[in-house]
């Protein structure tokens, strides 16, 4: 707090071109935290003149959504935040959304309460954005059943005071009425204590969503993306120590393999871990998520298997991230520090429709 107020100060006493400066450093590098300013000038001038409410709430919304988009981009490797940018529409307008330079324009009716509007521009958003690329090959229940966990991450995360209405108006109607995404969130929960929600099993399906171009057999895509949730709730559940559950899944589109990395008999020892991930790769596993304890000695050991790993294998370092985790031992829960590198073959193979492929694909290599 006093860095920051000393920084503050120092500002301060540079006059006005400082403070310019300070200001437009501040909406080039962090667009999403400067609109909130904006929020809080409105606001200001709203309490003084009773002025520019609807700009209060435009910026409002835009601000929280920008803002957990960027952290959807920081979650998921590679993928470029989406901004949103909201226009209000009368009554006899239909509403609707359009991409338009990287942001999605949500033309909606402003209703009374600005949490509904919130919640409204918010659901779009993760509609229309969020996995869209693979949502085009899941069952109706599962785009459903995910959109509706990650508005739910939304509100925790920018607005928790505002969960009562999400539950009310979005939740409880979808999950009361379909025990399939009901379902569906309870597998994402238990996939979420252990923290691997976004960094494997939303990484997984975005690898999907790039590597499948138009329409094959949906029905066998659905079925694949079931049992690829089902295997990451039973390893979310096992106990520390339990080697009988399956640490591959090994489908027709979707193909990774977690590697738990840090157990004592075989830490120090590159080797037992390098021959295994050579056998993985082997067996045409494209993904591979290496996971162990975010300890300095365990994270350097990390390291050393991936610089072996790349000398003998045609792979390259996806990501890495810490993150923490609920570990089960014995039973109960327990918070640990953890930290995740994705190793990606570069022999990813591809699913291109037969009839897409003569109309698109053989055009551009002419």
């Not at 009554?91 to 402003?110: A, G, H, S």
């Not at 509609?127 to 959109?147: G, N, P, R």
């Not at 031992?329 to 570069?346: A, F, G, H, M, P």
Request: with cysteine; aromatic share 12%.
């Amino acid at each position: 707090m006093k860095i920051a107020l000393d920084s503050i100060s120092l500002i301060m006493k540079g006059g006005p071109y400082a403070i310019l400066i300070f200001i437009i450093f501040y909406i080039l590098f962090f667009p999403e935290k400067a609109e909130k300013f904006t929020v809080l000038l409105c606001r200001l001038i709203f309490m003084i003149f009773r002025l520019g409410e609807k700009q209060i709430i435009t910026h409002d919304i835009q601000a929280r959504v920008n803002e957990f988009s960027k952290t959807l981009s920081k979650e998921i490797a590679n993928v470029e935040p989406v901004g949103i940018k909201v226009q209000w529409i009368s009554d006899n307008e239909t509403p609707k959304q359009f991409f338009d330079r990287n942001k999605l324009v949500i033309r909606m009716r402003r209703h009374d309460s600005q949490d509904k509007n919130f919640i409204n521009a918010s659901m779009v958003f993760v509609a229309s954005v969020f996995l869209i690329k693979s949502k085009k090959y899941m069952s109706k229940s599962q785009k459903e059943s995910i959109d509706l966990y990650v508005g739910k991450k939304l509100f925790e995360m920018e607005k928790p005071q505002i969960a009562d209405q999400f539950y009310e108006d979005f939740f409880s109607m979808k999950t009361i009425s379909n025990e399939k995404i009901m379902g569906l969130i309870e597998k994402y929960e238990i996939i979420d204590k252990v923290g691997l929600f976004f960094p494997i099993l939303v990484q997984e399906l975005t690898f999907f969503g790039e590597k499948i171009f138009y329409k094959l057999k949906t029905i066998d895509i659905i079925k694949e993306i079931s049992a690829f949730i089902d295997f990451l709730k039973n390893y979310a559940e096992r106990e520390i120590g339990e080697e009988r559950l399956p640490k591959n899944f090994t489908g027709v589109y979707c193909r990774c393999g977690i590697v738990i990395i840090g157990e004592k008999v075989k830490i120090g020892l590159c080797e037992p871990y390098v021959n295994y991930i050579k056998n993985v790769i082997n067996d045409k596993i494209e993904n591979i998520y290496l996971i162990g304890p975010a300890t300095k000695e365990n994270i350097n050991f990390i390291k050393n298997i991936i610089e072996e790993v790349q000398s003998k294998l045609d792979v390259y370092r996806y990501v890495d991230k810490k993150f923490k985790s609920k570990i089960k031992i014995k039973e109960e829960r327990k918070e640990v520090n953890t930290y995740l590198v994705v190793l990606r073959s570069k022999e990813v193979k591809r699913y291109i429709d037969e009839e897409y492929s003569r109309k698109y694909i053989d055009k551009t290599n002419k």
